[in-house]
């Protein structure tokens, strides 16, 4: 019975590949085989992926390294193993030079940092940092009376000039 709800639930191109089998554990170690070679390429566009990864300042530095720990976990269930104090220093590099400082003051520690403590101490600095920044704002302002073909009386364009206070407008 399980054996048939097994092969039901899978497309008949695929099951097509699968050697036939009477016994349902054998079917999906059979089944298990055919799919290897993809677990083996996921797994390096994990690799790949977590390489290549450096924050950007734009989303939170919480879900940055929780991004990076849950690849690291898809890792480990391929049975390769990310330790906890790699992945701290790992994700310490992907961290841009404005963390700089934040860095040197990791490495001088003597004690390692879980990943809890990591998240807990970058989004402090995220904070600090977001404090320093001062706040900016960019204008961008357009004079319809400047653009080509939009002139209005033929000449010169209309120009009007806002008294100062206090000034006469005559003046």
């Avoid at 097509?16 to 055919?34: C, F, H, R, W």
């Avoid at 590099?93 to 963390?99: F, R």
């Avoid at 970058?122 to 319809?144: F, G, I, M, W």
């Amino acid at each position: 019975m399980c054996l048939m709800v097994i092969k039901n639930s899978i497309s008949v191109a695929i099951r097509g590949a699968i050697p036939d089998s009477e016994n349902a554990k054998t079917y999906l170690e059979y089944v298990e085989e055919q799919f290897k070679g993809t677990s083996k390429a996921h797994a390096s566009t994990l690799i790949l992926k977590m390489l290549t990864s450096k924050y950007d300042g734009v989303s939170g530095i919480r879900e940055h390294i929780m991004k990076m720990s849950d690849m690291s976990n898809k890792i480990k269930s391929m049975d390769m193993e990310i330790s906890e104090g790699f992945l701290v220093h790992f994700i310490m590099t992907s961290l841009p030079a404005s963390y700089g400082p934040f860095k040197i003051n990791y490495n001088t520690q003597k004690e390692k940092w879980t990943m809890s403590e990591l998240i807990a101490m970058c989004v402090q600095e995220e904070e600090r940092l977001k404090a320093e920044r001062p706040d900016v704002s960019h204008l961008t302002t357009t004079n319809s009376k400047k653009r080509k073909g939009n002139r209005q009386g033929g000449g010169k364009g209309n120009i009007s000039k806002v008294p100062k206070i206090g000034a006469s407008v005559n003046s």
